[in-house]
């Protein structure tokens, strides 16, 4: 049975903590152990100590890492930023041995030392990698036959390859979250943007109007290419953008239509038959019309709740 | 009269500051424009990003740009990076200079925030979550840094013991 520390960053757990429910029903389900990583901060955010100071930056990080190395795990994230910033943190001191030394002189203040046990996933490639596509199929109570879903697998998970163990055949064509989403029954059309930037990020601090620009652009490419059911996504930043941006966007004149957006565990946990009120309960862009017709009677392709392998990881 | 006038001390000083700052492989940029051909930033509307950033690095004008918002609108994606047929890593230069930036204190007002949350809770991003997580059945405080007063004490030590702590930010 594996086992992963999971490093829950900011936005999961204090803006979309219905995204951490999900990782913590879907993965225990599907036969992988959650672990908390206590006491895990920021990774740093890349406006924050990556932006001041190299060292600093991998000193914060190699700490969230050292968690981990303590309790002998690897570390899943579900958040893209937060595993591009600890993967290449990790990268920059594992080049060079004198940042290495200055990193552990760091932390050497704070009683930690970096050792680099602990590899780094997204939650998405302990999905395709680990899990694997078969165990999820098996694993379902509805089928989602005949919904269209555009996906948004984000910047941080595909770029720089050079640093990440799990790779796209080709990252500027991901295929990995499309193969999920089939996994589940529905289909995942390719559309011209798939790749785009969503404008979330340092972009949306710096000037709101560009990012908003940004992601116009790529919804309307979404829209008119392949008007999806929904949208899903295996970041957090661009739920966050998707759900928040369109309501936006309708408020002012500039789109007449709404795409409900999910997480990706989020419509896994829906598809395995978990209580939405849990998994899939806040959004600005409505969903439940969406969640009605996925947990449908006549979707039903089995009658027992999802096989727990494990206990949840937290039984509150 | 010359836009600019090339000086080879202001030249090897820019080079210098940059590879000091993390943009080591600056010397490697043969100008191609792969790198913002592919950036998100520079689509949005933020020029001096990847090729003509360090275009104007290379020509020495270090201190020049000190007020340049361009760099604060990098997305951090990194594709720059994965495109770059000379391995500069782009990305690593865009950062090299917000570190200049930031120790001259010329960053927007807004990024201070981050810097105050994840001083304070060892988190950029907090809001208390109590209500939204306990609706969801989560226990109301998450497992990190932000209930954690050792975290918090040994995330500002990293933070009070690094050129951050000596922009008196915190």
Redesign the interface.
Known sequence: MEKYGLYLGCNIPFKAPDIEQSFRKVFPALGIEVTDLPGAGCCPAWGTAPSFDLTTWCAVSGRNITIAEDLDVPIMTGCNSCFGVLSEAKHFIEADASRKKAVNEKLGLINRQFKGTSDIYHISHVLYEKVGLDKIKESLKYDLSGLKVAVQPGCHILWPSDVYHVKEKNSFFPTQLKELVEALGASAPHYSRLEACCGMGGMRSTDVEKSLELFKTKLLSIKEEIDPDCIVTTCSSCFLQFDMSQKTLKERGEIDFEIPVFYYTQLLALAMGFDPANVAALCVTPRDAIIAEIQSEARKVREQEPLMTLAPSIDR | MPAIVLDSDKIQDSVKRIME??GTGVLKCVQCGACSAVC??V????PVLCRLLIKKLLEGQFEELVEE?ST????????C??VCPQGV?P?EVV?AY??YQ??ELA??S??TT??MN?YG???????E?GP??E?????AK?????Y?E??????Q???D????GE?GLF
């Open positions: 700052y993390g998100p930033g689509k949005a509307g933020f918002t604060w609108g990098c997305q951090a994606c990194n594709r990076t994965e890593r990305q950062f917000r570190r930031a120790s960053f927007s807004s990024a981050s810097q994840l809770t060892g988190h950029a991003v907090f809001t979550a939204l997580r609706k969801v059945g989560l226990p998450a497992p990190t840094s932000a954690d050792k975290a918090q004490k040994e995330i030590t990293l933070l013991n690094s050129p951050m922009l």
